[in-house]
């Protein structure tokens, strides 16, 4: 999966390159990081702003681990989406979907996009179900994962703060994977 390439096609027509993250991205990740606006990353799980944060993650990749697929058009990185896996225990055979798109390139499609091709890997990773942990107010994200064949299997009131301080909802959408592919499977018969 390394050698992992694919081009797909926003709604605007903008062409994007899908590909693993790999070791030389750590300037484009720390410009790509430092884009992202200080709402969106409220809602990160790690300090992405700092240098030494991504220094990490490109210094200690394993794809059977966590796969980051990063989204690049002409060079630069405009959304990244990681699958995060476990080898062992009661959650082996699930996934994690963390997505983060630019600014200037949400509600093109491309969030759904990066979630799609993360559900194709996660059938070769041979994971059987995908969930994500999603901020109510974020109705972009929530359609992107509802395109993508996820839906809302639980809603934890006031689990997360918003960027104001205030208790806010999360909401827990879930993929089944094997049942995604038999109505991808359908829909193109």
């Known amino acids: 999966m390394v050698g992992f390439r694919k081009q797909g096609v926003l709604k605007d027509g903008t062409q994007v390159t899908l590909r693993p993250m790999n070791k030389d991205d750590r300037e484009k990740l720390i410009d790509f990081f430092a884009r992202v606006t200080d709402e969106d990353s409220l809602y990160l799980r790690s300090d992405v702003r700092n240098p030494e944060v991504i220094e990490h993650w490109v210094n200690n990749i394993d794809y059977h681990k966590v ?65 994500a942990e999603i901020y109510f107010n974020s109705p972009a994200a929530l359609n992107a994962f509802k395109r993508a064949g996820f839906g809302v299997k639980a809603v934890f009131e006031d689990l997360v703060k918003d960027h104001y301080g205030r208790n806010a909802d999360m909401i827990v959408m879930v993929c089944d994977i094997e049942a995604r592919r038999d109505r991808l499977k359908a829909a193109t018969c």
């Open 67 to 131: 796969f980051p697929l990063l989204a690049e058009v002409d060079g630069k990185i405009v959304g990244d989406a990681t699958l995060h896996m476990r080898k062992t225990g009661w959650k082996r055979h699930l996934g994690n979907v963390r997505v983060v798109v630019a600014k200037d390139f949400q509600n093109k499609g491309l969030g759904t996009l990066l979630i799609n091709e993360i559900a194709e890997l996660a059938w070769e990773f041979g994971l059987e179900k995908l969930f």
